[in-house]
C-alpha cells in the first residue's frame, strides 16, 4: 500500500488533495509538507511512493526538490502540480525527472487518474500535454524560448530571473561559479537575451517566477 506525500504551501489546496486521495482506500498514508525544507526533511525521515509536488515553494524552488528527489529518492515518483499552463513548465519538469505534470485546475477524476497511473509505475501527461511533447519534437516554432533549454539551463534561467547572483546558485546547487557563468551564456545565447533583466521580463510575462 503507498505512501503519498503532499507538497504545497497552500493549506486549503493541501486539505483539498488530501481529502480526495482519502477516498482512494489503496493509499496508506498520506503526509503534508508546507515548505520546500519540511518536504526535504519527511523525504529523509521514511520512504515514500509518491510525492505531489506544487513547483511554487516558499523557501525552495520546486525544481530543486524534483532534481533532489531524482537522484537523492529514485524510488519515489514525483507528480507535479501547477496553476501554471502546461507549456510554461510541463516539458521542463518532465526533462528533469518527473512521472507527470497536471494542473491544478484538473478534476478530482482525473487528478486520481494521474495519482493512480504513476503510483503503477507510468507517466501521466494529458492529452493537451501530448500535442505539446509532439510539437517539441517536431521543433514547433510556436513553442516558448525556454523550451529550447535543457533541465539544468531552466532551473539557472527561473534563479537567475529571480534576483539571485552567479556565486548563489552555484553555492545553491553545489557548482563552480564558473559553471553557472557558463550555463548563463548558454541561455542568454539560446534565448537571444543579453542581460539578466531580460530573462526577468521574461519570466515574469511567461509566468515562470511570481
Not at 488530501?18 to 519540511?38: F, K, P
Not at 516554432?141 to 539544468?152: E, G, I, N, V, Y
Amino acid at each position: 500500500m503507498p505512501r503519498v506525500l503532499i507538497a504545497d504551501d497552500h493549506a486549503v489546496v493541501r486539505a483539498g488533495l488530501r481529502q480526495l486521495l482519502e477516498s482512494d482506500t489503496s493509499i496508506r498514508e498520506i503526509c503534508e509538507a508546507a515548505t520546500g525544507r519540511e518536504t526535504l526533511e519527511l523525504l529523509h525521515g521514511r520512504d515514500w511512493d509518491l510525492l505531489l509536488l506544487d513547483i511554487f515553494m516558499p523557501d525552495r524552488s520546486g525544481l530543486d526538490i524534483l532534481r533532489h528527489v531524482h537522484t537523492a529518492h529514485p524510488r519515489t515518483r514525483v507528480l507535479v502540480l501547477s496553476g501554471l499552463p502546461e507549456r510554461q513548465y510541463a516539458l521542463n519538469v518532465l526533462r528533469a525527472g518527473a512521472s507527470g505534470f497536471i494542473s491544478k485546475e484538473s478534476a478530482a477524476e482525473e487528478l486520481l487518474k494521474a495519482v493512480k497511473l504513476v503510483l503503477s509505475g507510468h507517466r501521466y501527461v494529458s492529452s493537451s500535454l501530448a500535442d505539446l511533447l509532439v510539437s517539441d519534437l517536431d521543433g514547433d516554432p510556436a513553442q516558448p524560448l525556454h523550451a529550447r533549454l535543457s533541465q539544468r539551463e531552466f532551473q539557472i534561467l527561473c534563479k537567475l530571473a529571480s534576483g539571485r547572483s552567479v556565486s548563489e546558485i552555484a553555492a545553491e546547487l553545489c557548482l563552480s561559479v564558473k559553471t553557472v557563468s557558463t550555463y548563463r551564456s548558454r541561455i542568454l545565447e539560446k534565448m537571444n537575451f543579453t542581460t539578466n533583466a531580460d530573462l526577468t521580463t521574461y519570466a515574469l510575462h511567461s509566468g515562470l517566477i511570481q
